[in-house]
């Protein structure tokens, strides 16, 4: 079998495995089972973090440990139109010429095709390796908080090859620090008048995307389309918030969001607004959201209570003024995004709502700015704000051997440099550095396009070129 379908082999058995963030158990014991079937040793931490160690090729047992690094959780995304269990259902994958997608699904190649990596390693007979650690870890797409929780003794090598990146061709050698937060505000709710019709209004056909990969790519956020429709309504009628939902993930862009609300007005009135507003929004978008729309339809049964006129435009506003998008582009990186913000989940239930942003920065200190004023927003919105799940940047080293040595395999094998960069969103690379002073740092991977949307897909051609690279400069290695 070829190497690229054995890979990919490798990622179908894993796909099989339904593994939603913080739901990785079932894969964990899947891999110590394959590893005890090849007699590698395993350990595993308390968190649930996962190291397979591999021997040396004959000849190279005195050579630095090199340790590859992969998540074992994926982003749990669908269309709305989809039925997919991610509690028991396998993804299910589609090839379409040189790429792989799956089923109205994200497709988990963030990072599945990074363990699919370590295993085709762990199994090529004629491979040429240095003692190897095989480092799966938990809860990534959540915060990076399973190698938040890492054993400090867990791992021993200090060469690390993170498969965590999405274009075959960029090393990433740094990334940006980031921190979430969380603003709770109890609203109450009151009966609402008979003579109010419920209506349910929806943004949606958005390509969402990743938070910090695509934050500058100018797509919209469904919350934020959400809101300024609501606004346009509120000058027109009386309306009052039932309801509200938009978003799902602390690192995505919201793809859709809906609202139900009570208000002093006729559907043909409602809906005058809310074709004005898809127009502006077609307008401004383009291209970049071909599939946009915004609806309004009766709502389904009739709601007894909701929040007061007042609650309703206060919220409202709350969503309009949280910052979202980029916030700062880099001076000494060029097109590098510095700081942003993401407009991530917002929910009212029952008259309490709860709203979750994430901040990104490469630059501490604009990471806290950032981080105060959607806390000083939030606040003076009467909200109550924590933040959580904070992480540092990486800071890039271009004098790492590695790198030194990763360039000129790269340039031998495929004749031309590779690219070197710095990236907006968060790599376990900033833990794990932080963690083990003096590791030596790489992250690279094949060619995936819109990760953590249903849009997903792999480059097929891009997984053969890594899995030369990675071929060559393990034997590199090994004989270091």
């Known amino acids: 079998m070829q190497s ?34 090849k007699k590698f040793d395993t350990a595993e931490d308390e968190a649930g973090n996962l190291v397979v160690r591999l021997p040396a090729s004959p000849g190279a047992e005195g050579a630095p440990i090199v340790v590859i690094q992969a998540h074992m959780d994926m982003v749990c995304e669908k269309t709305p139109d989809s039925k997919h269990d991610f509690s028991k259902d396998p993804i299910r994958s589609v090839r379409s010429g040189d790429w792989l997608m799956a089923d109205r699904t994200t497709l988990g ?24 650690e095989l480092l799966f870890t938990v809860d990534e797409e959540t915060g990076l908080n399973g190698v938040k929780q890492m054993g400090r003794d ?13 274009d075959e061709g960029i090393f990433t050698i740094g990334c940006a620090g980031g921190v979430d937060s969380n603003l709770v505000r109890q609203l109450g709710d009151e009966k609402l008048s008979a003579d109010l019709a419920c209506f349910e209004l929806t943004v949606g056909g958005l390509n969402g995307g990743h938070s910090g990969i695509d934050i500058h790519k100018h797509r919209a956020n469904a919350n934020k389309l959400l809101a300024r429709t609501l606004a346009a309504l509120n000058k027109r009628t ?28 006729d559907m043909e009135s409602i809906n005058a607004v809310v074709a004005e507003m898809e127009r502006t929004f077609r307008d401004e978008y383009g291209e970049m959201e071909p599939s946009l729309f915004v609806g309004a339809a009766p709502a389904a049964g009739t709601p007894s209570a909701g929040l007061t006129a007042e609650a309703s435009r206060q919220v409202v506003a709350l ?8 916030a700062g582009m880099s001076p000494n990186l060029s097109g590098l995004v510095e700081t942003s913000s993401n407009l991530a989940i917002v929910s009212v239930q029952e008259g309490r709502l709860r709203i979750l942003t994430s901040q990104r920065s490469s630059v501490v200190s604009r990471l806290a700015e950032i981080t ?7 606040e003076l919105a009467g909200a109550q704000v924590e933040e959580e799940n904070k992480y540092p940047p990486w800071p890039p080293s271009v004098e790492d051997p590695l790198l030194l040595q990763a360039k000129q395999t790269y340039a031998r094998l495929f004749g031309k440099p590779p690219v070197i960069q710095v990236i907006h969103a968060g790599l376990e690379c900033a833990i794990i550095g932080a963690m083990y002073p003096g590791m030596q740092m790489l992250s690279l991977g094949p060619t995936i396009r819109s990760p953590h949307s249903p849009s997903e897909r792999l480059h097929i051609p891009s997984v053969a070129q890594v899995w030369r690279f990675l071929e060559a400069l393990l034997e590199n290695l090994a004989r270091t």
């Open 4 to 37: 690229t379908d054995r890979i990919l082999d490798y990622f179908e058995q894993i796909n099989a495995i339904p593994r939603c963030s913080k739901n990785e158990a079932a894969l964990c014991r899947w891999l110590k089972q394959w590893a005890l079937r």
């Open 109 to 132: 190649a963030d990072n599945g095709i990074a363990i699919a990596y370590a295993m085709a390693v762990a199994e090529d007979a004629g491979m040429i390796r240095p003692p190897m």
């Open 154 to 166: 867990l791992i021993q090598g200090r060469i690390l090859l993170n498969l965590d990146s999405e």
């Open 238 to 265: 009386d309306c009052r918030l039932v309801s509200l939902e938009g978003g799902s993930r602390h690192n995505a862009i919201a793809r859709d969001a809906r609202a139900v609300m009570a208000c002093a007005a």
């Open 319 to 326: 969503l309009l003024a949280l910052p979202h998008g980029v």
């Open 372 to 378: 105060a004023a959607v806390r000083a927003v939030g």
